[in-house]
């Protein structure tokens, strides 16, 4: 069985075609930002799935450096692999070619199709070479605009794209803010650091110093193989991480057990290079690797706009960003650089850091994960709400180490809802699987975002259609403004936290008012269990062990309500809560309720 038709009994796309479309006649050219222009563009793309009759449904992929338009199938039976991103786009996959018109074309500048230095100059009949005009993202993102507008799409349902592919989804969401209604920016960044930078430019330096390169005059010879494969090697090494090189590699060799004492390729690392290099000639061109190098040089949106801040402000789009922990080519703080930003410009943003040994290309091997992020995100950008309570299958909490009403269903998310004003904004710090922002958000209309780092967690809220931020609860809170969101939310987190006046006062600051609930670690209950049994008590409220509790503080009603007043939080509401003798918690809430709930806010706060 060959595998096009394994892939196709998996849900392929199966056989396509790369097909090619002709943009910007000669009275309206494509305007670049040198100055220099060009018209005529032939651009080679792919189209899966079709265009609905609301022409709705279109999403955009971005491909990566050394990408291409072939995103997903086959383009022969014999075909040895499918589509570099086969793993997300396809019927029933992430990016669903059942329910989506997906597009992906080949970069302005590239060598699979699209007009690039390779391509023939028709003033002069010879290919462009070096004197094909510098390009930038904004000039690759111009062109396709004019592409999906030549399908007949006037408003992409999501641009989607990793690395140079994030760039031009920042760039599509800044440029064209009223055409993106979901914006996913994987492993990228708003502008290369020096790092970076000096990587393209040794592997320039490779491709310029080989003797092939012939000013890149080189159409029709061998051209700079040598300088090309080293390009590509460097590059290479850049998209992998330590760990990821250590376990695939180590220090093991090729062909031999011993050292040959010469400067051949023996150690495995050398020889799979080598083959990196070598396969990279037979497939891309020499000048477009130095065209699209020096475009992802210039993209600083920082220096073009004044700031970040400013950058993204008029961005209307739902955004998500999503980094992987291994990446030290685009790094987890670049990305943050990009969610703090729009968070301080209360753009609606969800973020995730992935965790991943695969450093940069991880974007391209983390299909699990990757996947139920684009596809949870995008199927609610589709269908433009969150789930009904009654759509959503498992119980808000479960806790297998005991079985009592508390296990069942949380009992302070129904308080908790009952105190937030419907259409309010809230901020649910230690969201966990999105449960009580779900809730809130069908129930009584607010416009939430959870805070949480547990990846699995976020995966879970993100197909709720819950935004959510992959940020630490004790010190990444500063990027909200103050009084940013009406209520700020802490549901049985406060108990778990290593630093809590930090957390609290960054919740004091960012919200009108505060919920904090928590188990009450007096409650009689416990405290018999621990008197009489001598082990640690484990209960409704309390249901883990002592080897595997999140809880690191032990806090009491009473310890709180001296907390706040040594530091000036003014209490506006106390609600001790016990799943039976509800009257003799109002006269000892401290010993009979087994959990509480805070409402607090700063003194004297005008609300």
Known sequence: MSDYVKSKQAGCVGLVKTKKAVLFSESESLLLESGRSLCFVEVAYETYGKLNAERDNAVLVCHALTGDAH?????????????????IVGPGKAIDTEKYFVVCSNVLGGCKGTTGPSSVNPETGKPWGLTFPVFTIEDIVKVQKQLVEHLGVDCLLGVVGGSLGGMQVLEWAIRYPDKVKAALAIATTTRLGAQSIAFDAVGRNAILADGGFQGG?????????????????????????????????????????????????????????????????????????????????????????????????????????????????????????????????????????????????????????VGRLIGGFLKRAAEGSVPGIEEVHQPYRQDPAVDTPWTKMRVDYDRIEELIVPGSSVLDIGSGRGELLHRLIVRRGVVGLGVEVNQDDICNSVELGIPVVDLDVETELGSFGDGSFDYVVLSHTLQTLGRVEPVIEQMLRIGKKCIISFPNFAYWRPRLQMMLGGRTPVSASLPFEWHDTPNIRFVTISDFVRFCRRQGIEILQQIPMVTRDRAAVRLWPNLRAEEVIFVVSRAGIER
Request: proline share 2%.
């Open 71 to 87: 995103v997903a199938g086959y383009h022969h039976e014999d075909d040895r692999k499918p589509g570099w991103w086969n793993d």
């Open 217 to 369: 005059e080189y159409a029709g010879g061998e051209g700079p193989q040598r300088g090309l494969a080293i390009a590509r090697m460097i590059g290479h090494i850049t998209y992998l991480s330590e760990e990821s090189m250590h376990l695939k590699f180590g220090r093991s060799l090729r062909h031999a057990d011993q050292y040959r004492y010469d400067f051949d390729s023996e150690f495995s690392v050398e020889t799979y290079l080598d083959y990196q290099g070598q396969s990279f000639v037979d497939r891309f061109d020499a000048n477009s690797y130095l065209y699209l190098t020096k475009a992802m040089d210039y993209y600083d949106l920082a220096a073009r706009f004044g700031s970040l801040e400013k950058a993204f402000a008029e961005v209307q789009a739902d955004v998500m960003v999503m980094s992987f922990s291994s990446d030290w080519l685009f790094t987890p703080r670049q990305s943050r650089d990009i969610v703090d930003a729009m968070l301080s410009q209360g753009k609606r943003v969800t973020y995730c850091e992935v965790d991943s040994p695969y450093g940069h290309d991880a974007f391209l091997l983390e299909a699990n994960v």
